[in-house]
Structures are given as C-alpha cells and as structure tokens.
C-alpha cells in the first residue's frame, strides 16, 4: 500500500522516503512488490543477496530490497546527478556499510561490474522505453544463478502497431491480435533468452508481469541457453476466425488454419513460448506474500500460478462475444464450463477480462454459447 504522509515524502511496503523531483509512479508499486518477494525468497534459498539497481530514481527499490527482501549489499545507481542530495537523505536508512550510490550511465556500471568480476544476484532495470539497450550489457553483471529485472513501457513495438519498430526492438515482427499483452512479455523473454543463448547461456523466467501499460520480466540466468523448438518460435493468428497457433522455424511457409480459410494467418515473432513464471518460485512467494497479509499480491500470484503451462495466448471476453455474436460470457462460469468439458482454464494475469485454455477458440466460443442458453 502507498500512503502520502506530506509533501513528496511517501511509504510504500515498510518504507519512507522523499520523492522530490524524481520519477516515481506508485501505480508500479506491485512490480516493486513482487521483485521484492522475488528477492527475498532468493535470499531465503541462497543465503545471500546482493542487488544492483541500475536506475533507481528516488531510491525506493534498494530501500526495500534492503529493509524488506533482507539484502546485504545494495548498489544504488541513477544516471541524474540531480538527484544525489534526495538519494542520500532517502537512503540514509540503509546501514552504509550496506550500500553505494552512484551516477553512472546504466551501461558503464554493468562493464565496471563485469571488468571488476563484481557479479550481482539481481540487477535490477527500471529504464523507460524499450529494455533492448541494456539487455546485453546487464547479463554481463549478473552472476549465473542471478536475476535479471527488465521493464519495457514500449507498447507499441510490442502491439503490432509498429512492426519496425519491434524488429528494430526484439529482431521480431510483432502483429497485432487480441493477445497482445501477453505477445510484450514474450518478446522481452524471447530477446533475453536469444541474447543469453549467443554467449552460450540461458534464462528461465522468474516472473512475468503486465500491469496496463508496462511489461515486466525476471529472469533468472543459467548455465546453458534455453532456446529449443519449445520455447522459441512463433505466434499465428487468424483474422478470419480468431484462431491461435504455435508456428515453429521449420514450418514457416504458408500457415493454415483449421478453419479454411484463403488468407495466410498473420505471424508473429519469434518469441518465447515456454512457461511465463516459474512455478515453485511463485508458490514460495505466494507463501511469504500469505505471511506479510500481502493478500492482493498473494492473489496475483495465485493467478500467474494457473496460467502457468498454457498456451501461449488469450481470448479477451468481449473478443469471444464479437466472434461469437452473443453477450460477452461470464469468465469464471465460462472456466468452469471448459474445465466440465476437460479443457484447461485460468485467467490470464495480464488481462483479467479474458480466458486463458487450450481450447480452440471456436470450441471456446462454442461453449461460451452453451452456457448463455
Ligand atoms: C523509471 S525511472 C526509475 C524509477 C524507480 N526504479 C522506481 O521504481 O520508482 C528511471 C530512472 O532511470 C534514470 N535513467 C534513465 N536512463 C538511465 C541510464 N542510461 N543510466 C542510469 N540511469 C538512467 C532516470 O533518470 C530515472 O530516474
Ligand atoms: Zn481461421
């Protein structure tokens, strides 16, 4: 919760601090929440935790990485001099033999990192725009085993309203369908996934957060890349009726689809197909989120623990209405009627007025009909 106490001074999480003129939305604080319960179950598994925020506006990430994920060693950077005087006076809260503060381009602190062999467990990237500039560079100062905080507020390379600008992004042609929040995350894990893969390393994901406008994923770095058939390909997606399909590198030719049509589905990528969060990681934040009384958190993170493993798409409620020339459905009379029918579904965490299932969607709309009557 975000409680303003006076002027520019704010608490959020078990935390005060000043904003001043830094950036700060408390609209972000659940992607803070979950990096910070992230955090502290890494703490919990490795005993240690050392964090590098790369761009940390008015500090209000390594203060609760520090004070609440339970960090033992924080690196505090923000680009904007400006904001030293704020930066001190908000992380004098932090023990300082805990703590550095620097104003450093982002990118000249990962090479520092690197040169010095000074590997973070997370390093955390909270830039505007587009992640791609500093993908590359913040592998280098994370240590294998480490995570990797990346956020992208680039919605329109990622929407399909922008195909250049995606494939300038992402090296991907993101096209536009009814699934595309989830298509941001999935580029961002398919960019990070290919960039670990060409240093002969992987990522699994961590996390994978959209909250509206912004797109979030942690990664976890290993030892091996991660890339396969499986976890890296492409999206289809039939304008004529609404169907989704997973395309691989092989069969990127003419794509049908079941429902006959003339016109060749619209193919987006590549990108990530594998699973968006990692399962027993979420179920140990879940349990910590429980123990803090973090219950809109605890749910979110139920919600991700569902769509885990399914396919990589959504149906939007009103999108099955439109097709289907009905009502738009109820969504959890409609999940339970696919799971009567022995489909899977959930709710998509990055749209909750749709159904996450691996039912084709004309079943879906089928059944959706099914139950209006
Ligand atoms: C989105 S704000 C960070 C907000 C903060 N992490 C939070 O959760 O409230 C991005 C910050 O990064 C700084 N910044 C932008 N580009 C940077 C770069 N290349 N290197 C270091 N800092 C940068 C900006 O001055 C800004 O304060
Ligand atoms: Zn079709």
Redesign the pocket.
């Known amino acids: 919760m975000t409680v303003g106490l006076a002027q520019d001074l704010v608490r959020e999480g078990k935390v005060t601090f000043n904003v001043g003129s ?4 408390p609209q ?1 604080a659940i992607a ?1 929440d979950l990096a910070i319960l992230a955090a502290a179950v890494y703490r919990q598994r490795h005993g240690q935790l050392r964090v590098l ?6 500090g ?2 390594p203060l609760r990485y520090g004070l609440e994920a339970g960090a033992d060693w924080v690196w505090a ?4 001099p400006d ?1 030293g005087d704020l930066l001190t006076q908000n992380l004098a809260a932090l023990p300082a033999d805990a703590c550095r503060l620097t104003h ?4 000249q602190v990962f090479f520092t990192c690197y040169q010095q062999r000074d590997f973070y467990d997370l390093v ?1 990237i ?3 725009g587009s992640p791609a500039p500093y993908v590359s560079t913040g592998l280098w100062a994370t240590r294998l085993g480490g995570m990797l905080y990346l956020t992208s507020t680039d919605g329109r390379a990622t929407s399909g309203h922008d195909p250049e600008r995606s494939l300038r992004t992402y090296g991907a042609c993101a096209r536009s369908h009814p699934a595309v929040h989830e298509q941001g995350l999935r580029l961002m894990l398919g960019h990070v996934a290919q960039t670990a893969a060409a240093r002969s390393l992987g990522i699994e994901p961590v996390f994978s957060l959209f909250t509206g406008q912004v797109h979030r994923v942690m990664v976890r770095l290993v030892n091996k890349p991660t890339l396969s058939d499986a976890t890296y390909g492409f999206l289809a997606y039939c304008h004529r009726c609404g169907h989704f399909q997973m395309v691989d590198w092989r069969h990127l030719g003419r794509v049908p689809c079941p429902c006959g049509t003339a016109d060749t589905a619209v193919v987006s990528g590549p990108m990530w197909l594998g699973s968006l969060h990692d399962g027993p990681t979420l179920a140990q934040m879940q349990e910590l989120a429980e123990g803090w009384g973090w219950r809109s958190q605890a749910r979110l993170l139920a919600i991700m623990t569902q769509e885990n493993d399914l396919p990589p798409y959504y149906y939007p409620l009103g999108e099955i209405g439109r097709r289907g020339q009905m009502d738009i459905p109820n969504r959890d009379q409609l999940i339970a009627a696919l799971q009567v029918q022995g489909y899977r579904a959930a709710i998509p965490s990055m749209d909750w007025q749709g159904v996450k299932t691996d039912a084709a969607f004309r079943d879906c709309v089928a059944i959706a009909r099914s139950i209006q009557f």
């Open positions: 830094a950036f700060y939305r972000s803070r925020d790369a761009m940390t506006g008015c209000v990430r950077n923000e680009g904007n904001l450093h381009d982002a990118n955390d909270d830039n505007f």
